[in-house]
């Protein structure tokens, strides 16, 4: 059953949702409503664009879906045998009517919700706001307390968590506060190693990449640190302006003594005893243009791509070969160039955005018979010769 949620107008200036097809931005708003009060929902994709995408008959709803995945919006996962789905910052953007019911379906770290104790935590965090708001809940009121549980709750009923009583971790608070003062640059890579100098000078041995068992899924994944001293571990993930879901569930799975979460802003929190802390903004945040991007590049003599290290680790681990990894980025290139089609477009981190290109086969470019061998497909092959005839043209003329 299709639930009303809220659509916030921010999701409009979200640049990586900006990037996928439009069909499959709005069924990741369609998600929402499809989610139960925890965003959780049976990773079904035939039933689900029955539901979401009625009209749209040739929809591929499962390709949408591991789209979104690789995006970051959403987490396929497996519980008890069965296939679901966890829609990202679901709490964090969605306030549930009180009445809606618990959910039923197992968390991604495979803990199951017990009767009741989702539904009062929510109804707790409702009426935490203040005595007024409470009363206003007893009473029924329409304004405040929709009778339907398909109306929507404003936001300002819902209390984010806090930081922890800092007074009996004094030193933890301190190390917080230091890396609160950091200048996070745009770049993901940059941050991760600015964060790590900043933890060696303060004693700890810190390992970037630090493998996990399980991400979540049953496969092995990666975090961004993992910071150890005689007296503490630390686990830490960078994202950008909120918490991905992938980065709380990997945490969770990781023995440290504190997990935290870098934002290159946004807001902090605490989720699941992952604290989220929020960094400054170095100023060299803002969207460009592709062009101006490769320009900053060579005029700084700084590789567009080549060793970024994400990329470099996922056609690794999915033993992709460099010679498809390259043609996605000639693509990539070509549509995002003057001409293009795509070359208005603006991006904060275009080496993340082309990493989920090649992560979400954008592009169609090709297809995989079975684990470890890949073929092009028709416009894999078109891909191609396109690029092939430009580069030939182009050497041509330089002859």
Not at 95 to 101: F, G, N, T
Not at 291 to 305: D, M, N
Not at 358 to 366: A, P, R, S
Request: net charge neutral.
């Amino acid at each position: 059953m299709a639930r009303a949620r809220n659509i916030k107008p921010s999701i409009m200036d979200n640049d990586q949702l900006a990037e996928l097809p439009p069909l499959t931005r709005l069924l990741f708003i369609y998600l929402w409503m499809l989610a139960d009060r925890a965003g959780r929902l049976e990773d079904r994709p035939k039933r689900i664009a029955a539901q979401a995408l009625p009209f749209d008959r040739d929809a591929d709803a499962d390709s949408m879906l591991a789209d979104l995945e690789a995006a970051g919006f959403i987490l396929r996962y497996k519980a008890g045998g069965c296939a679901y789905i966890q829609v990202a910052n679901f709490a964090k953007h969605q306030a549930p009517h009180v009445r809606e019911a618990q959910s039923t379906i197992p968390a991604p770290d495979g803990s199951v919700p017990s009767t009741g104790d989702e539904k009062d935590s929510n109804e707790a965090k409702h009426n935490q706001g203040s005595a007024e708001a409470s009363t206003r809940h007893d009473q029924g009121s329409a304004e405040t307390s929709p009778r339907s549980p398909d109306s929507l709750i404003p936001d300002s009923l819902i209390q984010k968590d806090t930081i922890p009583n800092p007074s009996s971790r004094k030193g933890i608070d301190e190390l917080l506060d230091s890396i609160r003062g950091l200048k996070a640059p745009n770049d993901a890579g940059l941050t991760q190693a600015m964060v790590k100098e900043h933890l060696e000078a303060r004693g700890f041995d810190v390992t970037p990449e630090a493998p996990v068992a399980d991400r979540g899924d049953g496969r092995p994944g990666r975090i961004d640190l993992l910071a150890k001293s005689a007296e503490t571990t630390i686990a830490i993930e960078i994202d950008r302006l909120s918490p991905r879901t992938k980065s709380l569930v990997k945490l969770k799975r990781v023995e440290a003594d504190h997990r935290l979460v870098l934002l290159r802003g946004g807001e902090e929190a605490v989720i699941d005893g992952v604290v989220i802390v929020s960094m400054q903004d170095d100023g060299t945040s803002s969207a460009v243009t592709f062009k101006t991007f490769l320009e900053r590049c060579k005029t700084s003599g700084e590789p567009a791509i080549a060793g970024y290290e994400p990329m470099v680790r996922y056609v690794e681990e999915a033993k992709l070969p460099t010679e498809f990894a390259q043609l996605c980025w000639d693509e990539f290139k070509r549509r995002h160039l003057p001409g293009g089609g795509r070359e208005t477009k603006r991006q904060a981190d275009w080496r993340r955005t082309f990493l989920n290109a090649l992560q979400g086969g954008w592009f169609k470019l090709w297809w995989s018979p079975e684990p470890g061998r890949y073929e092009l497909t028709s416009a894999g092959l078109q891909a191609k010769t396109v690029l092939d005839a430009r580069r030939s043209a182009n050497e041509r003329a330089a002859a």
